[in-house]
């Protein structure tokens, strides 16, 4: 809350996020980065399509690789995010995963680059992205007030979506006159930027528990215990049971068909890397209003019900390609960005916001870390078995599986107290531990505050 005023004892009105200086670093920060990004998320599957020239297992592996790490490392990650301050967890994570990839041009530069040093890189890139997200996520809340936390997800989720429509088209531009492995320089430019942002923030973290307890002597409970702890409290909340269900189905079957899809617009229908990142552009249309609308949805229909809809919008967002011919391949492949840009967009930021206003601090690494186990780790599975099928079946079919599969992605969340929610609940202290809803996981009666 803001502070009072001196005389009036009445507080005085906050300033806008945009102009809260610390959280403007943090937008800009991620906003550069979100741009450099866009750069390798299209490079590094051109470099193994086209310069490497890999077998749709091969290529479906780049996938399982990266998100390994969410599988091994999740956990542990959220345990160290609670224990120490989340700015430096943030910038190392910037600065390495800058410096990670800076090794595929200069690899291609000496004629050594191969499939082995991608996956290597996928890996190293992952394991940093599980302790910058976990620490992104729990950072937010520290940083803004707890009403301003939907504002704050929406803003970021803007400069996301800003880059996706942008930023595509720019990097298949780059990297057709610079050729993929020389384009990802400029990822790692931005990742070092980005970090010398977040540097600049000023205000300072709350003291992690951990160290309050080692100050006075006292052990406190292992990080085995504490990972049963965030595990236990996301798997028996009834709301965050049923969106990590929902989030995890959506990913399986979306990557059984992400994880093919660009080997098999290029080979299918011969598309450039150009007609690549402008289809992708078009598309990522849709998550920059979904971040605009996100908010006002919200509040229209509630979060629950927001986040009900988002899920069944989001669903059938690969069908597109799997009903596409050479004529219509492009505007199909930016229908498929742009429908799953405005859902995601709008069920991220309202099931975000959720999950932060109703966890107490001390168990906001472990919640988040818990939820990225669960429902990115079922991201590699989906991509691997996508790879698969891809050699086995056919890329055309494979895609077809994870459409029809991710069409029922919303059935947890349909079915569970979320549809319930109209308000933000608030949160508990970290005392009373239960993220402001009741042994039950149902939203407490009392204290609620409408979605800002």
Do not use: C
Not at 106 to 122: K, M, R, S
Not at 151 to 175: C, H, T, Y
Not at 330 to 357: C, D, E, H, K
């Amino acid at each position: 809350m803001a502070d009072p005023n001196p005389r009036t004892g009445v507080p005085a009105p906050r300033r806008p996020l945009w102009r809260q200086v610390d959280f403007a670093k943090l937008w800009t920060a991620q906003t550069i980065a979100q741009f450099g990004t866009q750069v390798s998320l299209l490079g590094i599957p051109l470099v193994a399509a086209l310069t490497l020239d890999v077998t749709p297992f091969e290529f479906g592996l780049l996938t399982t690789i990266e998100f390994l790490p969410f599988i091994f490392i999740s956990l542990p990650a959220g345990v160290w995010v609670d224990r120490l301050r989340r700015k430096p967890i943030l910038i190392a994570g910037d600065i390495g995963r800058g410096v990670a990839l800076l090794s595929i041009p200069v690899a291609f530069a000496l004629d050594v680059l191969t499939i082995w040093q991608l996956y290597a890189v996928g890996f190293v890139v992952g394991s940093l992205t599980v302790f910058f997200d976990v620490a992104y996520q729990s950072y937010l809340p520290s940083l803004v007030e707890r009403e301003e936390i939907l504002d704050g997800n929406a803003k970021l989720e803007m400069s996301r979506s800003a880059a996706q429509i942008a930023g595509p088209g720019l990097a298949g531009v780059v990297i057709g006159a610079l050729s993929a492995p020389i384009a990802i320089v400029i990822t790692t430019v931005a990742y070092v930027v980005s970090g010398g942002f977040v540097w600049r923030i000023r205000k300072p973290e709350p003291e992690p528990d951990y160290h309050a307890r080692r100050a006075r002597g006292e052990h406190g409970p292992g990080m085995l215990q504490e990972i049963r702890e965030g595990l236990r409290y996301v798997l028996t909340h009834r709301f965050l049971r049923a969106i990590a269900a929902t989030t995890a189905v959506s990913n399986f079957f979306g990557n059984i068909a992400f994880a093919i899809m660009l080997l098999y617009v290029i080979r299918a229908f011969e598309m450039t890397s150009e007609q690549i990142g402008f289809a992708f552009s078009l598309g990522s249309i849709g998550f920059l209003l979904g971040a605009v609308l996100a908010n006002r949805i919200g509040r229209r229909l509630g979060v629950g019900p927001t986040i009900i809809l988002s899920a069944i919008i989001f669903g059938p967002a690969t069908l597109p390609i799997a009903l596409a011919t050479r004529d219509i391949a492009l505007p199909m492949l930016a229908l498929t960005g742009f429908i799953g840009g405005f859902g995601g967009a709008v069920y991220n930021i309202n099931q975000v916001s959720l999950r932060q206003a109703i966890t107490p601090t001390r168990l906001q690494g472990r919640m988040n870390a818990s939820m990225r186990f669960v429902v990115w780790g079922t991201i590699p599975l989906g991509a691997t078995l996508g790879g698969a099928l891809g050699g086995l079946i056919g890329l055309h079919e494979t895609i077809w599986i994870g459409s029809i599969g991710g069409l029922f992605a919303f059935v947890p969340v349909m079915l569970s107290p979320v549809r319930g929610v109209r308000q933000m609940p608030a949160p508990m202290t970290d005392a009373e531990g239960d993220g402001g809803l009741d042994q039950a996981g149902r939203a407490a009666p009392a204290e609620t505050a409408p979605v800002s």
